[in-house]
């Protein structure tokens, strides 16, 4: 059964830091492209960052550069979202996301993405 679970979640105060994980069961990430979004309540799902299979192209929503760095390690199969100086408007469930994408390539968009995550609740509060 192939699978995306997601971990790490948890509540933070603003400023502080959180690490996602996505592990993936059932498949090898090898030449997945994996893309991580989020949705705050009563939004739209949005997109934060992504990671090409070779780990040399990542791409990032603008409101992620600086703050957020996406990673991955395929021989663990997973791929990790590091996220820094954390605000109240980050709060939002993070999903992780797959495709395949043997050329490299990686997109923002999520109607390449086929695999989905259940999604960690990420809560930043004081």
């Known amino acids: 059964q192939v699978q995306l679970v997601e971990s790490g979640g948890g509540l933070v105060q603003p400023g502080g830091s959180l690490r996602l994980s996505c592990a993936a069961s059932?498949?090898?990430?090898?030449?997945?492209?994996i893309g991580w979004f989020r949705q705050a309540p009563g939004k739209e799902r949005e997109f934060v960052a992504a990671?090409?299979?070779?780990?040399?192209?990542?791409i990032y929503a603008e409101f992620a550069k600086g703050r957020f760095t996406v990673s991955r390690d395929n021989a663990k199969n997973t791929v990790d979202l590091q996220m820094n100086s954390l605000q109240p408007e980050d709060t939002a469930v993070y999903s992780c996301?797959?495709?395949?994408?043997?050329?490299?390539?990686?997109?923002?968009?999520?109607?390449?993405?086929?695999?989905w995550g259940q999604g960690t609740r990420v809560t930043v509060s004081a």
């Open positions: 059932g498949f090898r990430l090898d030449y997945f492209a």
């Open positions: 996301a797959a495709y395949l994408s043997i050329a490299g390539q990686v997109h923002a968009d999520r109607s390449y993405y086929d695999y």
């Open positions: 990671v090409g299979w070779s780990a040399g192209k990542t």
